[in-house]
């Protein structure tokens, strides 16, 4: 199960942490991702990283967001800065390849909404 945390309201120019945790009993997670999907607009990558700590950006974001995790923890961040109405979208996290007793699954959380105002 994902837990997504961390949206919410900011002013252009502001700065938001989202958070995403894994809960269960957990051997693996291959790669982590965040997604998000503005109104009328389909779901788009934003941030992925392995679990070796490469990490992949959208052009859009490169420079202001940074995503990280903590293994040990099963938990993704991203750090949004410099925020513009532009990155207003409901942010799903998401765990690739995530080994469990029963097998191997991909996982998607319930989305945080971000709204930037201008």
């Known amino acids: 199960q994902l837990q997504a945390s961390g949206g919410g309201l900011v002013q252009a120019g502001g700065s938001l942490r989202l958070s995403c945790t894994v809960s269960?009993?957990?051997?693996?997670?291959?790669?982590m991702g965040w997604y998000r999907q503005a109104p009328g607009k389909q779901r788009e990558l934003v941030a992925r990283?392995?679990?070796?700590?490469?990490?992949d950006y959208a052009d859009s974001v490169k420079g202001r967001f940074t995503i990280s995790r903590d293994n040990p923890k099963n938990t993704m961040y991203l750090q949004m800065n410099s925020l513009n109405p532009e990155d207003t979208a409901v942010y799903y996290c998401?765990?690739?390849?995530?080994?469990?007793?029963?097998?191997?699954?991909?996982?998607w959380g319930q989305g945080t909404l971000v709204t930037v105002s201008s």
């Open positions: 990283i392995t679990s070796g700590g490469n990490t």
């Open positions: 998401n765990a690739g390849r995530v080994a469990v007793l029963s097998g191997v699954y991909d996982y």
């Open positions: 269960g009993s957990i051997f693996s997670i291959n790669t």
